[in-house]
């Protein structure tokens, strides 16, 4: 997990013009991007990535299909490119993207992380089998395949689930309802 300069924005989202390493951002609170890919099947099936146990937020839980900070001057597009080919070692082209907004999350997962970002979400069809996928050993230790229906009532039950990183709820509903749509 190497520290990678970013591009530091406003509260409102746009650029300051500052960079700054990601770990500094999180140590000072600074708003950035990300970008987020939620793969789905035509079965209805939502690809899941477990987090590596040394992440320094949420290790072990459940997430996202890929997710990562877009670096400095990188479009979120080009990011979530790269970030698929490294993570999970799936090749795509942009025309494999569906752009389905952008979300503001403002957290804090330790006393001394403060990681207010704006994801650039997107939808994509995995239309191969996770077994042919390579995992990035130092971001991903594992992947699934969930139905639908099932993902949502696991987050609906406050035990079950502990076991995925704490979106809100409505960024979790904003996701599935985009990828029901697509089914």
């Known amino acids: 997990m190497a520290d990678e300069f970013i591009d530091i924005l406003h509260k409102t989202g746009e650029f300051t013009g500052e960079v700054k390493l990601k770990s500094e951002a999180h140590r000072l609170g600074l708003y950035h991007a990300s970008v987020h890919i939620w793969f789905f099947t035509d079965q209805g099936e939502i690809l899941l990535q477990k987090r590596a146990d040394n992440k320094d937020t949420y290790p072990g839980l459940w997430d996202v299909s890929v997710a990562g900070h877009i670096g400095a001057g990188e479009t979120p597009e080009a990011s979530a490119i790269r970030e698929i080919k490294e993570e999970i070692g799936l090749s795509i082209s942009k025309n494999d993207l569906m752009f389905i907004g952008t979300y503001l999350a403002e957290k804090m997962p330790q006393p001394d992380l403060n990681d207010n970002e704006f994801h650039h979400i997107y939808i994509s069809r995995l239309d191969v089998s996770i077994q042919t996928l390579t995992l990035q050993e130092e971001e991903v230790s594992d992947l699934t395949l969930i139905d639908l229906d099932e993902l949502k009532n696991i987050l609906?039950?406050?035990?079950?689930?502990?076991?995925?990183?704490?979106?809100?709820?409505?960024?979790?509903?904003?996701?599935?309802?985009?990828?029901?749509?697509?089914?």
């Open 156 to 183: 609906k039950d406050p035990i079950r689930a502990t076991a995925y990183v704490p979106h809100d709820a409505a960024y979790y509903d904003f996701i599935l309802n985009k990828i029901t749509n697509q089914l």
